[in-house]
Structures are given as structure tokens and as C-alpha cells.
């Protein structure tokens, strides 16, 4: 029974012997604190709203009866706590659930800081080296599809992603795509230009033209560098990529990467909506 969550149902065709099914949620942003965490990560408890914990158990309740995998792209928690991290731990146990991180799963206040390499490793080791789970990149298989996870959450790829990348695609297999922040894509970027005019898109790979409405400070943290490009041009080019499943965004959308290459845009947050994608 569906109580909170807004499903989408989506399929796709990649040549499979029986069909997989994925769950794809995103944003959940817990907000859980205690006793161990300060006053100031207390106050932040209430900044995403009531119900996060109740509403990702439902997710995975569903997934568990109708699905083969639940694929989470991010932004579990919506800061660094102890709280979170201790809940997340035990969430991501569940060998139902395949992960990888966004980057409020590294936030330590949420917004006081340049979020860098530095950070990320920073706020990696207050957690006691990580979630339990592989974060930076992670992949399972699941009736004979390869689910990839990248954590490209600061709007970068790096040179050994790619590698590893092209390792997975050598296994042979139909590959899944798992990253929180979506690709550049026009339409995608035309739409929440649309839906939020004053805002940058939040999107991985503009160029210089699209990065033109944008602050500074947003254009120089959304740049892409060589090695982002060279994943962009990399995975637009893998035919074993058959789809990219991303969040960040706080809305549904689907659109092409390049022909055949779908980018599902699942949305999160205050909204609560899940994907339930199909492989055939």
C-alpha cells in the first residue's frame, strides 16, 4: 500500500531474459539528531520537514515486495549527525539496498563551507571512515544488469572513476548508471530554468554558454574539468551504458544523454517521489 510516496513507473528495453525491477529513490535528506550532536545541527533537525525516516521505510517495504533492488542516488541524510549516521548505517545493511553518496551526505551544517575534495574526506572520517558502504563508487549485479555507482557530487569525475568505469563495462554486461547529480542535457536544463529562473541548474558538464546565467561563484563550482569531460565523452560513447539514474534535482524528468541513453531524473525531498523502472 502506497501511502506517502509518489510512484512513477517507467520501462526500458535492453535485450534481458527476464525482467529486473529497480526501485530508484533519492533526496530522502533525514534530518535526525540527539543528545551527541551540538545545538547548531539540532536546529538544522527540522529544515527538510517531518516524516523522512517513515517515508524511506515505505520505499523500502515496497521495493522489498515488488522489486529486485533498491537503488538510493544520494542525499540519504541531509547533514552529518550522529543521529544520521548511526540510522543510515543500519539502513544501508540491507543487502536490498544499493547506494551512493550525494553531497548533503557530506555536509557538516549544510552550506558553511566550499564543498571540495577536502571537505568530502574531512566529513568521510567524522563519520568513522564512511556509511558502512562503499560511497565514492560502488556496483552490484542484479539479474545479469550491472548497476554502477559514481559519486560525482561536487559536479566532478575523476580520472580514476573513469577507470573504473571501463572496468565494469568490460564485464560484459548491461550497465546502469547511478550518480546524484544529473548530466547537462538541453531540454533538462531548459526545464528548470523554467521551473526556477533565478537558480543555476545543478548540472554536471555546461559549457560556457549555459554557465553564462550563473554566478561566479556557482560557475566556478560547476565548471567541468578534463576529467569530467572525459567521463561525459566516455559514457555518451559505452553502448554497454543503457541508462543513468540520478536525483539532486527535487523533480521527475526524463530525457536522452544521446539516442538510446535515457537519463531518468527522479525527485525527492518535500515531494516523495520514487521510480519503479522496468529492465526487459
Known sequence: MIKQMKLERSTLKIGLDKPVRLLHVTDTHLTLTDGRDDERKRALSGRMGEGAAEY????IEYAKENCDLLVHTGDLMDFVSAANVDFAR???QDE???FIAGNHDYSQYVGEAWEDNAYRMNSYMAMGYGLGVPMFFNSR????VNIVGIDNSYYRFEDWQIWRLKREAEKGLPVILAFHDPLFEQSLYDHHMALHPAAPTYLVGCDEEHLLPYSEFRAVQQRPDEPTLKMIEY?????AIKAILTGHLHFNFVSEIREGLPQFVTGGGYERYARELTLT
Open 90 to 92: 543500519k539502513i544501508l
Open 56 to 59: 524511506l521505510y515505505e520505499q
Open 96 to 98: 536490498k539496498i544499493f
Open 235 to 239: 559514457i555518451k560513447n559505452e553502448p
Open 141 to 144: 549485479t542484479v539479474g545479469g
